[in-house]
Structures are given as C-alpha cells and as structure tokens.
C-alpha cells in the first residue's frame, strides 16, 4: 500500500509558499559577508549532481541559477548556458540539495535575561555556513519567528527558510492568552485556533489526556494543521498514527509499542511516572541514577512481529518519525561530558557555542542505557527497511547541538544506525520537502525548484561525513562562497560569547 499523501492545500506548503519563500527582494543587500547577490544568471559548471530522487548522480553536469530557482539542470552537453551568465568551474565538485534540520528551538532564551534577538545571530548564520538552508523549529516564541521568518524572506535577514509552531501544547499556552491547562473540547477549539491566527504550519504536542487526543487532531483538520511531537506512556502511538498524528519525535512511545507486554508496561509506567521523570532528568544530566532504570524494563519482551506491524501501520498513514539519535546517544548512551549541574536550580545549563563539538564519553555497552539507544538503532533499521518516513532533526541548541553543525553529526548517526547514505541524505532533503507536500520546490535539483544547494569537495554517498566538506552554498539563490561562509561561522562564534557573557 502507498504512504497516504495530505491535500496539497496542506497550511504546511501553503505557510511555505505564501510566507517563508518571498520571491526575488532577497537579492538587494550588499555582498559583504553575506553572500553575493545574483543580478545575473549564475552558472555551476562540471558539477556531479547528487539528488537523491534519481537512480545515480549526473556527472559533468551544469546548473544555472536565475533569481531564485533552478532553471535548467542536467548533463553539461543538454544545457546552454544563457549569454552574459556568471559561470562557476565547479569541477570535481559535489552538488546536493540545501539540507534541513527538522527539528530546532531557535526563539527560547538561551541565558537568563538575554533579549531573543540574540538567538537569531547564533542560529541563522551557523545553519547557512554548514549548508542547512530550512529548519522546522519546534516550539517557541511565535511573534518572534514569525518576524525573522518575514526579515529573512525580504532579503533583510540572512537565514534559513523557516517552518513554525507556538508552544508545545501541553506544556503551556501555546500563544500568549491560549487556555492551559488543556481540559476540554473548548480548549482544544482556543488553542488551535489561536495557532492558526499567529501562523503556525502545525500544532507540536507535549501531553494530553487519551479521551481528548482525537478531538485535539479532528480540529487541526479543520484548519489544515497537522499534530506532531511527543508521545507520552498513557498515550498509545499506534492510536495515534490511526488519527492521523504526522510526525513522531525523539522515537517516542516506539520501544513500549514493538514490546509484547505493552498493555502491561504502560499501566506500570503511567503508575511510576514520577519515579520515571526523575530518572530521566538524571540521566539528562549525565548522572547514573542508582534508582531502577525506566527504560530497561522495555528491553526483554521486543517482538520483531509488532515492530513490524507497527513500521507498516506507520508507512501506510504516513507517520513520520525525526529520530534526533545525537539527542537520544546523548541521554541513554553517551552523555556528553561537559554538561554541567546548575547547582541552584538542579537544571541543566546550556551555553551554546560553536567549539563545543560531540565530546561523549560512553557507558558500558552492557549497561541499560547502552542496551536502551542500541534497541533505538534497532528500531530504526527495521524503519528504514521498511520505507518509512523519516526525518533529521538535532533539538538544537539541547547537550550543546551547535545550529548546522549537528545535523552533520545527525546525519552520521542515522548510517551508523544502519540507513544507507542516500537514504540519510534523503532524511535531510526529498524526505522534509515529501512531509510538507513541496518536492516541487523542496530537496531537489530540478528546474522549478529553489536554488537551495550545497556543494561539497567529496562524494556524501561514498561517504555522509563528506556532507562536511563543504565549498560553497547557495540559500534562495544567493552565492555564499567559502571566504562568506566562514565569515558567517565567525558572525556565530561572536553570538555565541555574546551568549557565554550573559550567563550568570
């Protein structure tokens, strides 16, 4: 059976299309720093070009760039080159299309105190210079993406294009005003239509009581939104895929539903669900807790059969799952090693910076954790075996995900979990713009769509670290070379001790 496909009046395409992709005012500003501006047609020249919705690249090939788009690609031989074009002898160059992170918080403090707008120079600058050209960003303040997401369009801002939400419903009001907490019908009927009002593309979950979780997806039907986010243990994700959840994070509720005592295993967890959170914020915090691990308790009764069954459920409702595997290492297998206790609040303080690399130092392979994150690379094997949806995404700025940086590092990952590198590449590019029902515009290198690229000095599929090798980048047309690019990464190290100052 095919993956089930939303209307093409989706608000997810409808919100990119109207509002994050303006058309031809971005190539007003200078070049300084920031990229060279198109005036003319552009023209790569000598190129392998790398989409991950052909069988095999197109090597020797040419593709010229008008304003925002693509407007011819293919074999250097079927293309001509339009007269007064500017034209790039990019020989042994790699093209693939600009990357996604599908899962980010660029508009929540990252210090105490410290105006939003500082996000905005850390985030933007960081993505562009390691070729992430579109971000999903998963709750936060929505007045304020909505804003950058309009500055970057208009050509006055530098940055990705931008698929938002409010608030995790759940958590919080989802928008100032919005009811929490969520009781009732007319709750659901407030918050999601106070999304809608401000803008979002979707509604991201945090919690909600089972009996309400129907009404809560029958209403952002009515508006065009899709549900995505979290998956709590009272809540069933086989339901939920059923009524038309769109996007599962952080592989929530999937090593309670491939396990044989399911039914059993969630009354136990919703019963020691505090014992639960508070292991689960130890292990945050890179702390072995000597209270019984959670978790581990779902590792014995694995069937291969349910994990099948529910990986064939999950590509027949079009159930996407964004694994962010460095978050999830992170908290069940490799903690990183400078994470920190604040030791007033016994919260875990972030000080995002782009030197902060993976610095990991792993668990025992025995140990539960361990055995935890290697059952979650299991479960997205048999994923990937399956066709199902998948997406990369970081939780950036969470455990020192550096903006751009770590979707590289998502990407190694996903191999590492057993997806071939086209098929982690696709996680990144044919795979987002499939989710917001825009590969005619989205993660491809085809005439028509938008001139998102990313060219590298080596081959991502011989090898996904390769991705790294970054040589230029072109966002919404815009040439950023590698001189432009790096003065990009010294724009966000700059933010980033704008941000370690700020820190009490």
Same mark, same amino acid.
């Given at each position: 059976m095919k993956r089930q496909r939303f209307p093409s009046s989706s608000i997810a395409l409808r919100i990119v299309r109207r509002c994050a %992709?303006? @058309?031809?005012?971005? %190539?007003?500003?200078? *070049?300084?720093?920031?990229?060279?501006?198109?005036?003319?047609?552009?023209?790569?020249?000598?190129?392998?070009?790398?989409?991950?919705? $052909?069988?095999?690249?197109?090597?020797? +090939?040419?593709?010229v760039i008008e304003g925002e788009r693509i407007a011819a690609a293919g074999p250097r031989n079927a293309i001509s080159i339009p007269r007064g074009a500017r034209v790039i002898d990019a020989r042994n160059a790699y093209v693939i299309p600009g990357l996604w992170d599908m899962h980010a918080h660029m508009a929540q403090p990252l210090a105490p105190g410290l105006e939003l707008e500082a996000n905005a120079g850390y985030f933007f600058p960081l993505f562009i210079a390691h070729g992430v050209t579109g971000v999903r960003d998963m709750a936060g303040d929505i007045s304020a993406l909505r804003r950058w997401r309009a500055e970057i369009a208009r050509g006055e801002r530098i940055g990705p294009r931008l698929i938002i939400t409010g608030e995790k419903l759940g958590k919080g009001p989802v928008v100032p005003g919005a009811p929490f907490p969520i009781r009732n019908r007319a709750d659901i009927e407030k918050s999601v239509r106070a999304l809608w009002d401000s803008g979002a593309a979707f509604v991201k979950l945090d919690d909600i009581e089972p009996a309400l979780f129907g009404m809560l997806t029958s209403e952002a039907w009515r508006y065009n939104l899709r549900v995505a986010g979290h998956v709590e243990a009272h809540l069933s994700v086989r339901e939920m895929a059923r009524a038309g959840f769109r996007s599962v994070e952080h592989l929530d509720g999937l090593l309670l539903a491939t396990n044989n005592g399911e039914d059993s295993l969630r009354r136990a967890l919703v019963r020691n669900s505090e014992a639960t959170m508070l292991h689960r914020l130890l292990v945050k915090l890179g702390i072995r807790a000597a209270i019984p691990y959670p978790d581990a308790a779902l590792l014995p009764g694995y069937s291969a059969p349910r994990a099948d069954s529910l990986f064939e459920l999950f590509r027949v409702t079009g159930t996407w799952q964004c694994p962010t595997l460095r978050l999830l290492g992170a908290l069940y297998h490799q903690p990183d090693v400078n994470l920190r206790l604040a030791s007033d609040s016994l919260l875990l303080r972030q000080v995002p910076s782009p030197w902060n690399g993976y610095a990991a130092a792993p668990f025992d392979s025995m140990h539960p954790q361990a055995r935890v994150y290697a059952r979650m690379q299991e479960i997205v094997r048999g994923m990937a075996r399956r066709d199902v949806g998948m997406l990369?995404?970081?939780?950036?700025?969470?455990?020192?995900?550096?903006? +751009?940086?770590?979707?590289?590092?998502? $990407?190694? $990952?996903?191999?590492?979990?057993?997806?071939?590198?086209?098929?982690?590449?696709?996680?990144?590019? *044919? +795979?987002?713009?499939?989710?917001?029902? @825009?590969?005619?515009?989205?993660? *491809?290198?085809?005439?028509?769509?938008?001139?998102?690229?990313?060219?590298?000095?080596?081959?991502?599929?011989?090898?996904?670290?390769?991705?790294?090798?970054?040589?230029?980048?072109?966002?919404?047309?815009?040439?950023?070379?590698?001189?432009?690019?790096?003065?990009?990464? +010294?724009?966000?190290?700059r933010a980033a001790q704008r941000v370690r100052t700020a820190v009490p």
């Open positions: %992709f303006a @058309a031809a005012a971005c %190539f007003s500003l200078s *070049t300084h720093a920031r990229g060279q501006s198109q005036p003319v047609p552009v023209a790569l020249t000598r190129v392998t070009i790398v989409d991950p919705l $052909l069988d095999a690249p197109i090597s020797d +090939g040419t593709i990369a995404g970081t939780d950036t700025p969470g455990l020192f995900a550096v903006p +751009g940086k770590s979707l590289h590092e998502e $990407l190694g $990952l996903l191999v590492a979990a057993g997806l071939t590198p086209r098929q982690a590449l696709r996680a990144a590019t *044919t +795979g987002p713009a499939d989710f917001l029902e @825009a590969r005619d515009s989205l993660g *491809t290198i085809r005439v028509g769509a938008y001139a998102d690229l990313v060219v590298l000095d080596a081959d991502p599929l011989a090898n996904i670290a390769n991705t790294q090798r970054i040589k230029s980048v072109f966002a919404r047309g815009r040439y950023f070379d590698r001189a432009a690019l790096d003065r990009l990464i +010294g724009e966000g190290a």
